[in-house]
């Protein structure tokens, strides 16, 4: 009778022990992934304004864009901030385009700085996918 309960006893605990994995596996899936994800899109959107507010101002005093983003430092901001939308990782990469269709999504930023485009001044999440919130990085 002994061996039998001691037997009974491991079981339970490899039991347990599988149960333990799988609550885990499913809380990093369903709760700590999507609230990581959240917080990276909300750090790349906070990122976005901050720089778009930067260019406005810009723009209000010297009546035209930059033709880089490394102009407004440090007048008008400290640094170019990380993107960090996912899956892309964090990057202060700064594409130059006419255009949104020229974005290449290799993280970062996209600027364009061409006078002549109808996008001129704007500022674009170089990344492609969605954010938490299922809209397209592109979109804002």
């Known amino acids: 009778m002994k061996a039998l309960s001691n037997n009974s006893g491991k079981s339970s605990l490899a039991v347990v022990a599988v149960l333990a994995i799988i609550v885990g596996a499913i ?7 999507p609230a990581r994800l959240g917080a990276m ?19 209000a005093q010297k009546g ?18 990380n993107s960090n939308p ?21 993280g970062g930023w996209a600027f364009d700085n061409n006078s002549e485009s109808p996008t001129y001044g704007c500022l674009f999440v170089n990344a492609k996918g969605n954010d938490s919130k ?7």
């Open 64 to 81: 035209n864009y930059p033709e880089t983003l490394d102009a407004m430092i440090p007048a008008y901001i400290s640094k170019i901030p």
């Open 27 to 33: 809380s990093w899936q369903f709760i700590i992934k």
């Open 86 to 106: 996912p899956p892309t990782p964090p990057s202060a990469r700064v594409q130059y385009v006419s255009s949104a269709s020229e974005l290449d999504f290799g």
């Open 134 to 140: 299922d809209q397209p990085w592109t979109s804002y």
């Open 41 to 59: 899109a909300k750090e790349t959107r906070t990122s976005l304004e901050v720089m778009r507010n930067a260019l406005g101002k810009y723009f």
